[in-house]
């Protein structure tokens, strides 16, 4: 498992070839790439995104959801790459890859690590538009979205 | 005791700022006096969506202050 916090923009495709490159025979990789957006959610023009992050903790959160990937999911290499800083719209804010034997896994593992990376990794996203600053905060389909891989308990 | 403030509450009030924690404080009684002394930031500091943190751990509402030296405030998270 590789996972990365960078303050820099980094090029996708490039970190897509380097995990491909490192496979060892599996035949199935997924991945997914999210890009800071031009509009906000209520359609003014951004100018910039700033991602805050914690010194410690939030790499931390990103291994420890790297690692519950693993765990969860019969993925045999997975690499997490999660920008802080600012970012200008159009650059891109996070890489997951995951690779697995069959696709079935590495499509869940690459899901499953958005979805806890949006409401469990340790950022503060704000976006900065034409008609101020505004902290985005996790919606309820964000929670939704998460709450899909809890546990049920014995009934 | 330093108290640390991360996204819209670090907007509001700055870094982070030094109070005196009397021993036995609880995270609860200190999220009301911070929302005292700073009305601006009041509704963020009692919402219960930001959540403190002590030693790099996540603590409840009910935490007591020791001879501990700084407090984390985290509002709600939103990466990806």
């Known amino acids: 498992m590789e996972v990365r916090l960078v303050g820099q923009p980094f090029v996708a495709d490039r970190e897509l070839a380097e995990f491909t490159s490192g496979l060892d025979g599996e035949g199935a990789v997924v991945s997914f790439v999210g890009i800071a957006r031009?509009?906000?959610?209520?359609?003014?023009?951004?100018?910039?995104?700033?991602l805050e992050s914690h010194p410690r903790l939030t790499l931390r959160s990103m291994e420890q959801i790297g690692q519950a990937a693993i765990d969860r999911f019969a993925v045999s290499a997975l690499r997490i790459v999660h920008r802080f800083g600012t970012l200008l719209p159009g650059e891109p804010i996070v890489f997951v890859a995951a690779a697995s034997d069959h696709r079935r896994a590495a499509f869940e593992a690459a899901d499953y690590v958005m979805d806890r990376l949006k409401t469990d990794a340790l950022f503060w996203k704000r976006e900065d538009t034409d008609s101020g600053r505004r902290w985005i905060e996790p919606r309820d389909d964000d929670h939704v979205a998460r709450d899909r891989w809890s546990e049920k308990c014995p009934e | 005791m330093k108290i640390i403030f991360f996204g819209k509450l670090r907007d509001a009030l700055g870094d982070q700022s030094d109070l005196a924690v009397a021993e036995g404080e609880t995270v609860a009684q200190l999220r009301r006096r911070l929302a005292e002394l700073h009305p601006v930031a009041s509704r963020d500091l009692l919402n219960p969506g930001v959540r403190a943190c002590v030693d790099d751990m996540i603590v409840g509402e009910d935490f007591i202050f020791g001879d501990h030296d700084r407090v984390e405030f985290f509002p709600p998270l939103s990466g990806g």
């Open chain 1, 38 to 50: 031009s509009l906000s959610a209520t359609g003014e023009t951004v100018e910039r995104m700033v």
